[in-house]
């Protein structure tokens, strides 16, 4: 009963925008709760919304490790990893992800960004193609990322 409390209190917290304090209640929660999936899911929110990379970064891989079919996590954890100056990681977190990864659009768009940031420029062109066939919607992104600067479309 306790720990639906606080999870309840913490969303909400991360609902009006107040990061901390839904970290400050999740704190409070001890042993198997704390490290539960919806717990660290509240957690790895907070952490994005306050932009701390380092630690969201950790926060996404360890549920990656709970939940190995789910790619959101994956893109979580590489993406963190990636803002937290990490790119050749981020690359290799995002190629552990699951199978279906692979058909989702924002998996090429990201390996893009990671890819050109590395270098690698034909490969990244290749990701960003997919992404872009798979959901147009990207081509506009792909204009306005910092990531992708300097790249012709």
């Known amino acids: 009963m306790f720990a639906k409390q606080v999870l309840r209190a913490a969303s909400g917290w991360l609902e009006l925008g107040m990061p901390d304090d839904a970290l400050e209640e999740l704190s409070s929660l001890e042993g198997a709760d704390k490290e539960s999936r919806k717990a660290l899911e509240l957690k790895l929110a907070a952490e994005m919304v306050k932009e701390d990379w380092k630690v969201a970064s950790e926060t996404a891989r360890s549920l990656c490790k709970l939940a190995v079919d789910?790619?959101?996590f994956f893109l979580s954890a590489a993406y963190c990893l990636h803002e937290n100056g990490d790119t050749e990681e981020a690359r290799k977190w995002l190629l552990k992800g699951?199978?279906?990864l692979h058909e989702l659009p924002v998996f090429h768009y990201n390996m893009a960004c990671y890819l050109w940031t590395l270098g690698e420029r034909e490969r990244?062109?290749?990701h960003l193609s997919k992404a872009v066939d798979m959901d147009e919607s990207f081509l506009e992104s792909a204009k306005?990322?910092?990531d992708l600067v300097g790249m012709e479309f």
């Open 70 to 72: 789910e790619p959101d």
């Open 98 to 100: 699951p199978e279906s």
């Open 144 to 146: 306005e990322d910092r």
């Open 124 to 126: 990244a062109k290749n």
